[in-house]
């Protein structure tokens, strides 16, 4: 499935096949919480997270789900490239509420005719049964539909040291839910958590590749200023990964995993302003190119090395 441009398939080509012209993703806030933060999981969230999350906090601007979409499409009016777009509901856990709120959030598909699907980032713990016939339910209705699922690392060792929340396991049982009614699920995996060898990391993308998972987000840890991480950085118990070691894992990961994975994203980015290290983060392209020259330069390609 890697086109001859690019080693690995990319989200754009999985796109542009799949509704045959460029679709564009338009990111929304939906307010909600984490387990991991209010105390039913846990307190503080994980040791790496932005207190404010990840995405565009709209919410906290007082922007309801439907204003912040209609912004967005406005900006694309009379747009020749992009006709259709999708509904990515991006910050913290997109499924930690209760079904009746969810579905008055997901909702917002039918506001405008150029709307053909949505993506949820959540937990895996956050999927239960209710969860997964709401959305089946917009599938069921002719939504386009993924569900993304942060799982890090597949090393409960890992996962307790971050303070995750959750388990290996627990990743099992989410996924297996979405996937027995047929849910695409898009898999976010992590690169230089602390504690990890470069073969842990591999190791859990030798998982996915076990569980043919629909598509894969890489990211490399960076360390957010006034976080845990930030403490164990400045107190010198943390090393972030160097590029060069990024760039080889990642390149490494791509040739292990299936030719059909959709790879949606190479590399996290953030803004020097937001962050201590790796500043490399804060240049996402130059990241991507790398990549994508290590591969070429090696004869690397995606599914290379899968079983």
């Keep these: 499935m890697a ?11 999985f796109l542009k096949s799949h509704f045959g012209e460029p679709v ?33 906090g709209l919410s906290l601007k007082g922007l309801s789900v439907e204003e912040q979409v209609k912004l967005f499409l406005k900006k694309f009016e009379g747009s020749k490239r992009f006709k ?33 699907g949505l993506c949820i980032g959540t937990r895996p713990d956050c999927v239960d049964e209710e969860v997964v016939k709401l959305l089946k339910s917009y ?20 996962l307790n ?23 695409p699920v898009v898999v976010h995996i992590i690169y230089g958590l602390p504690g990890e060898t470069k073969e842990m990391m591999l190791e859990t993308a030798r998982a996915l590749a076990d569980l043919r998972v629909d598509g894969v987000k890489f990211h490399a840890l960076y360390v957010v200023k006034g976080t845990k991480m930030a403490s164990l950085y ?26 059909e994975t959709v790879i949606h994203r190479l590399c996290s980015e953030a803004s020097a302003d937001q962050i201590l290290a790796p500043l490399w983060v804060t240049k996402k392209m130059e990241v991507v190119n790398k990549i994508q020259d290590f591969m070429r330069k090696n004869q690397l390609y995606q599914g290379l090395h899968f079983k």
């Design 3 to 13: 086109q001859p441009s690019l080693p690995y398939y990319s989200l754009n080509r």
């Design 139 to 158: 599938q069921e209705k002719g939504y386009f539909l993924w569900v993304e699922l942060g799982l890090q690392s597949k090393h409960d060792t890992t």
């Design 24 to 56: 564009k993703k338009i990111p929304v806030d939906a307010g909600l919480g984490c387990p991991n933060r209010d105390g039913t999981k846990g307190k503080g969230g994980c040791i790496y997270c932005d207190p404010l999350g990840s995405g565009t």
């Design 234 to 259: 400045l107190s010198g118990k943390y090393k972030p990964l160097e590029l060069e070691e990024y760039v080889e894992l990642v390149a490494k990961s791509l040739t292990l995993l299936p030719p």
């Design 84 to 116: 259709k777009f999708l509904i990515y509901f991006q910050s913290f856990c997109n499924t930690y509420a209760p079904v009746k709120k969810l579905k008055e959030l997901y909702d917002v598909v039918k506001i405008d005719p150029r709307i053909v």
């Design 161 to 183: 040291l971050i303070n995750r929340g959750h388990t290996f396991a627990d990743f099992l049982k989410g996924y297996t839910l979405l996937k027995k009614a047929g849910i």
